[in-house]
T-cell receptor, first 115, second 108 residues
Framework: GAVVSQHPSRVICKSGTSVKIECRSL??????MFWYRQFPKQSLMLMAT?????????EQGVEKDKFLINHASLTLSTLTVTSAHPEDSSFYIC???????????FGPGTRLTVL | TQLLEQSPQFLSIQEGENLTVYCNSS?????LQWYRQEPGEGPVLLVT?????EVKKLKRLTFQFGDARKDSSLHITAAQPGDTGLYLC????????FGKGTRLHILP
């Protein structure tokens, strides 16, 4: 199957700082990538759809100025959590599809802890 | 509002037993996927079903897509401790939506 990586796997930061998370498709080109967050023992919540070369589409209730998404190439999308606060602590997961199928392939996730 | 309901939410059974988990919706999906997620990791795709009535087998796991493409089931035969995890179904219409998952724990 297709491989998606994320970096870093874990990050701890102080309140008020910004954190960037990278999502890469390793063996395929991804026109579209997706960003999710997952709280403990809950399912995935779609935050935004990232389209290469254009602006991301954010789900209702997700602040686009707080969660900046950049999809500069067909293999890389980044999520920047700006001015992070403890309530932003969560597990952030990205995924990518192959374009011609409905199936998404997920990265291993990034655990963000904001102190 | 499209909604995927999974049941049961939690299931704890002994090794060797059989089990079935369900994924139901009032919406019709063009495809449905099952994922398994272990703590601290991203979901891993198990199967994609596309055709109403389709049955797919993956070793001890049997997946079925309902005839009307609104529901699906996952049956595990002779469960093993390695089957422990969160099982998520996801349906695709114009975008993918996830159920809340079934947390499965297999006791050795």
């Amino acid at each position: 199957g297709a491989v998606v990586s994320q970096h870093p796997s874990r990050v701890i930061c102080k309140s008020g700082t910004s954190v960037k998370i990278e999502c890469r498709s390793l063996d395929f080109q991804a026109t579209t990538m997706f960003w999710y967050r997952q709280f403990p023992k809950q399912s995935l919540m779609l935050m935004a759809t990232s389209n290469e070369g254009s602006k991301a589409t954010y789900e209702q209730g997700v602040e686009k100025d707080k969660f900046l998404i950049n999809h500069a190439s067909l293999t890389l999308s980044t999520l920047t959590v700006t001015s992070a606060h403890p309530e932003d602590s969560s597990f952030y997961i990205c995924s990518a599809d192959l374009g011609s199928t409905d199936t998404q392939y997920f990265g291993p996730g990034t655990r963000l802890t904001v102190l | 509002t499209q909604l995927l309901e999974q049941s049961p939410q939690f299931l704890s059974i002994q090794e060797g037993e059989n089990l079935t988990v369900y994924c139901n919706s009032s919406s019709v999906f063009s495809s449905l996927q099952w994922y398994r997620q272990e703590p601290g990791e991203g979901p891993v795709l198990l199967v994609t079903v596309v055709t109403g009535g389709e049955v797919k087998k993956l070793k001890r796991l049997t997946f079925q897509f309902g005839d009307a493409r609104k529901d699906s089931s996952l049956h595990i035969t002779a469960a093993q401790p390695g089957d422990t995890g969160l099982y998520l179904c996801a349906g695709f219409v114009d975008k993918i939506i996830f159920g809340k998952g079934t947390r499965l724990h297999i006791l050795p």
